[in-house]
């Protein structure tokens, strides 16, 4: 399904997170936290990164220029979030505050646990699922 497809109107989109080597972790776009970058993102999708560690989440590069949106240093367990100084979509596991302000565009509702274990260079893959698969 191509994302310019989507109703505008749908405030929460699912989506599914491929980690190489393990599982599928399942997530969901919500639209209300940062807008424009929500629909900069599925324009994007699918998309495929190589994943980079952070203390406490992982991040792959998404080339998407976009500036702050709602922007916030807090972030909880499960956040996915835009990082705009670094072009970068993020997966937080842990509650943590970030090294600079991230766009909160979601969260991962099934299988966060997976995120844990990776290591630098490990191909995720982020793409539109159909609702309730």
Not at 44 to 60: C, M, N, Q, S, T
Not at 89 to 100: A, H, P, R, V
């Given at each position: 399904?191509?994302?310019?497809?989507?109703?505008?109107?749908?405030?929460?989109?699912?989506?599914?997170?491929?980690?190489?080597?393990?599982?599928?972790?399942?997530?969901?776009?919500?639209?209300?936290?940062?807008?424009?970058?929500?629909?900069?993102?599925?324009?994007?999708?699918?998309?495929?990164?190589?994943?980079?560690?952070?203390?406490?989440?992982?991040?792959?590069?998404?080339p998407?220029?976009?500036?702050?949106?709602?922007?916030?240093?807090?972030?909880?367990?499960?956040?996915?979030?835009?990082?705009?100084?670094?072009?970068a979509?993020?997966?937080?596991?842990?509650?943590?505050?970030?090294?600079?302000p991230?766009?909160?565009?979601?969260?991962?509702?099934?299988?966060?646990?997976?995120f844990q274990?990776?290591?630098?260079?490990?191909?995720?893959?982020?793409?539109?699922?159909?609702?309730?698969?």
């Open positions: 399904m191509c994302a310019k497809m989507l109703d505008t109107s749908v405030a929460r989109i699912d989506i599914k997170l491929r980690v190489q080597g393990k599982d599928e972790a399942l997530g969901e776009l919500i639209r209300f936290l940062a807008p424009r970058t929500v629909e900069g993102i599925l324009q994007k999708l699918p998309h495929e990164g190589r994943a980079f560690l952070l203390k406490d989440g992982v991040y792959f590069a998404l998407l220029k976009i500036g702050f949106e709602k922007a916030r240093k807090n972030v909880e367990a499960g956040t996915l979030a835009y990082w705009p100084l670094a072009t979509f993020c997966i937080f596991y842990s509650k943590t505050q970030t090294y600079s991230v766009n909160v565009v979601g969260r991962i509702t099934n299988n966060l646990h997976i274990k990776i290591v630098d260079g490990t191909r995720i893959k982020i793409a539109l699922r159909a609702r309730g698969k």
